[in-house]
């Protein structure tokens, strides 16, 4: 197959994908987004934790 076909089934995809709009489900994003607050506030402290370990290493150099 030569690069003219291919890169035409390239934009053809790509054109699909742009204009492609699938329904929006509202409630099932809320819920998601809901779950993903709490999650942040863990990796938040996870983060802090790490922060103080590394910073007690690069005061010893």
Request: aromatic share 6%; proline share 2%.
């Given at each position: 197959?030569?690069?003219?076909?291919?890169?035409?089934?390239?934009?053809?995809?790509?054109?699909e994908l742009k204009y492609y709009s699938?329904?929006?489900?509202?409630?099932?994003?809320?819920?998601?987004?809901?779950?993903?607050?709490s999650g942040v506030a863990i990796q938040?402290?996870?983060?802090?934790?790490?922060?103080?370990?590394?910073?007690?290493?690069?005061?010893?150099?």
């Open positions: 197959m030569g690069r003219g076909r291919q890169k035409a089934k390239h934009t053809k995809v790509a054109r699938p329904e929006t489900n509202y409630a099932e994003l809320e819920q998601e987004l809901k779950k993903s607050e938040s402290r996870a983060s802090d934790d790490d922060d103080e370990r590394y910073a007690n290493w690069s005061d010893d150099r």
